[in-house]
């Protein structure tokens, strides 16, 4: 699907004709005189006096598009704009820094947020009004788009001291906020973890798996948190972690003819989704069952982290960058949400003939339709029935079902597909290269590590400038902004990438991201910031709380952490460790927004690097190579390449705390021990 489908292509394009965010072009044939954000757009608003609309979205955004039809295609509400705003839209997916800042402000005004988001600001970018979707006509309890403008102008004009008073009010709000963090210092609890496995237990539903009531989301970094947590020994995680992945991979959120999953499930049973397929989430997932495979051993697990990867490897490659991923999948497909997704039962009959029945129990499709007007989201809960009413054996159901899966993904590959937006973020792609990696060496598949390896050259030769990691790419334009998630998120997946090849090469390109992570995001006495100072924000950037993915903070923390020890810069881990001691509170508090906080708190407190010095030890390095050891960092390079290496011997094993090393693990059993006495959570046998 074209990126910049429109209902009005004879209009002349506006300003955003010259960006390349998929979203903007979205917008650039809007009658709305639309301006990006930046200098022109600030200047104009203060020449002018005026108001500015601040319209934030994402391409693949649902009300973002219902918006657009409905309101920023009326010539009525493109006059009124014209007339007493200044209006600009933004990309939250390009523009986080922007996203987050007046989230937080509508989030305190109103109490809630999402997207789109339209925010009213005075000249000097402080906000006093906003909300998400406005309808394009007056509903009880909610005014009209056309209405809402009309009252903020008039207020503009005639109760303007109020606006501003209201105004500066919520700018100081948000400036306590960012001050909060570090005006309540307090160091983690001893028990944090275990107060924080108490918390979710409360949240966890133990019939459906997940945690809370509808509409419920994937929550790839609590997932995470779990998984080393299991690794670790903890029980009470292993039984929270492993039902809520066999649920989430039985519903509709899964796609079950092309991999992947969907942004999040609307109803508590993982049944129907709301069809949008991301990035983040899908190489989270993927990392998170490609473990979790290892931890339980259940082919199951493993199979929906090879078919989730091989789905990002099949359809989410841009064109401009076919060794790189795009960021989303859109949820509509001509103009209705999960058109693409659903299925009758005729359009089962029609592409499977006399295995249409069966599929149908299979899927659990029915001719009333299990979403709505006859159609269905395929689930697939009972295989075991379906396979003895065939009358198979496992192997003969397992081609049976994959004949099935591949007739119905070609009947489905004739319809329109959804619009992709294909963007490159670093940040995500940086998920996806750590998840590519990990899962290509914990389940021995090297074309999974050489997919990691051209991606990391791709980001490498992209998006990175001497230490600076840029956020977006998109068909050779290169953003210029960078953030602190960019950077230790690739820099994650730069040492995953080491660990699964033993390349140094990768390790140094870690270690000058993480210096870039220091020399721009880092202060001594605040701690990190997600975005480097910006002149055309009121404030600077800084979420300690985890969203889909990763604050962060906590992605920093972890980086600084694992390259502490191999890199030999204690104040490295120093920083982190400060910067952890800052946030016990806010873990105590609300462990289920702060996961990868917790998870950075875990590898503060067990972590360990293994160092195999090379060449030699060949069978040590693939025993290391190929065991799930979340709380471990591996090292192999040539003797006195590394501080951490200095002294050691070749063909040796090292397991390793702040540089205090055990007896070197000159045979598999001694090591194989090492990992289980640091993992107890792992079958020894998996290892």
């Known amino acids: ?9 004879d209009r002349s394009p506006n300003r955003l004709a010259r960006e390349t965010s998929p979203y903007l072009l979205q917008h650039a044939h809007n009658p709305v005189d639309w301006y990006p954000w930046g200098a022109e757009a600030l200047a104009r608003a203060r020449a002018l006096d005026r108001p500015i609309l601040l319209s934030v979205g994402y391409a693949t955004c649902h009300w973002c598009h219902v918006m657009e039809r409905e309101s920023f295609e009326d010539a009525a509400i493109a006059r009124q704009l014209a007339e007493g705003f200044i209006a600009i839209k933004v990309d939250r997916e390009e523009l986080p820094d922007v996203d987050h800042v007046y989230m937080r402000a509508l989030q305190a005004l109103t109490g809630r947020g999402g997207w789109p988001m339209n925010m009213f600001l005075t000249p000097a970018l402080k906000p006093f009004f906003g909300g998400t979707y406005f309808p394009p006509r007056p509903r009880p309890g909610a005014s009209s788009f056309s209405e809402v403008l009309t009252a903020v102008r008039q207020a503009w004009q005639h109760e303007r001291a109020e606006v501003e008073a209201q105004a500066e009010t919520l700018y100081e709000l948000l400036e306590q906020g960012v001050a ?6 307090q160091p983690p609890h001893a028990r944090v973890h275990s107060m924080a496995l108490d918390a979710l237990e409360e949240r966890f539903d133990a019939t459906h798996g997940g945690f809370g009531t509808a509409p419920k989301f994937p929550q790839g970094p609590l997932l995470q948190y779990l998984l080393a947590l299991a690794a670790s020994g903890q029980e009470r995680a292993r039984e929270m972690l492993l039902p809520t992945l066999r649920r989430m991979a039985e519903g509709g959120v899964y796609d079950h003819l092309g991999g992947g999953f969907a942004r999040y499930s609307t109803d508590a049973r993982w049944q129907v989704p709301h069809f949008e397929k991301m990035l983040y989430d899908n190489a989270q997932l993927a990392r998170v ?7 339980s051993g259940e082919p199951r697990l493993r199979f929906v982290a090879e078919d989730t990867l091989a789905y990002l490897l099949r359809e989410m490659h841009p064109a401009a960058a076919p060794d790189a991923f795009a960021s989303a999948q859109d949820a509509d497909a001509e103009g209705e949400e999960g058109r693409f997704h659903v299925w009758t039962l005729a359009q089962l009959q029609a592409s ?6 069966a599929a149908a129990t299979l899927y659990g499709a029915t001719a009333e339709g299990n979403w709505a007007h006859g159609r269905n989201v395929l689930e697939r809960r009972d295989p075991e029935r379906v396979r003895k009413a065939l009358g198979l054996e496992e192997p003969a159901f397992a081609a049976w079902e994959l004949s099935v899966r591949e007739r119905l993904y070609a009947a489905r590959g004739q319809r329109v597909w959804p619009l992709t937006d294909d963007k490159v973020l670093a940040d995500w792609n940086g998920l996806a290269l750590r998840a590519l990696a990990e899962a290509g060496r914990l389940l021995e598949r090297e074309d999974l590590v050489a997919a990691a390896a051209r991606l990391a050259r791709f980001l490498l030769g992209t998006q990175v400038r001497e230490d600076r990691v840029h956020h977006a790419w998109r068909e050779g334009v290169l953003r210029p902004q960078s953030y602190l998630s960019d950077q230790a998120q690739l820099g994650l997946g730069l040492l995953e990438l080491h660990a699964a090849t033993g390349d140094a090469e990768w390790l140094r390109h870690a270690q000058r991201l993480a210096e870039g992570v220091m020399r721009r995001h880092h202060d001594a006495a605040e701690g990190f910031f997600d975005s480097e100072p910006a002149p055309t924000l ?7 709380q985890d969203g889909a993915v990763p604050s962060g903070t906590a992605a920093a923390c972890e980086l600084l952490l694992r390259l502490s020890g191999p890199c030999g810069r204690a104040e490295w881990r120093d920083a982190a460790v400060a910067a952890l001691q800052r946030l016990g509170e806010l873990m105590e508090r609300a462990p289920l927004g702060v996961p990868a906080l917790l998870h950075a708190q875990l590898l503060a407190e067990l972590g360990a690097d293994l160092a195999l010095p090379a060449p030699g ?20 390079d040539e003797p006195e390449a590394w501080p951490l290496l200095e002294g050691r011997r070749a063909g040796e094993a090292y397991l390793c705390r702040q540089s205090a090393c055990e007896l070197p693990a000159r045979d598999e059993a001694t090591l194989r021990a090492q990992l289980q006495e640091l993992h107890p959570g792992v079958p020894a046998a998996r290892d």
Request: glycine letters at 8%.
């Open 1 to 9: 699907m074209s990126l910049t489908t429109l209902d009005a292509a």
């Open 180 to 185: 909060a963090v570090s005006a309540r210092p």
């Open 289 to 295: 069952y490609a473990g979790a495979s290892r931890l």
């Open 352 to 357: 499977l003939g006399g295995d249409a029945a």
């Open 538 to 544: 009121p404030l600077r950037a800084r979420d300690l």
């Open 617 to 636: 030890g060949e069978t040590l390095w693939a025993l290391a190579r190929r065991s799930l050891a979340p709380l471990a960092t591996l090292l192999r």
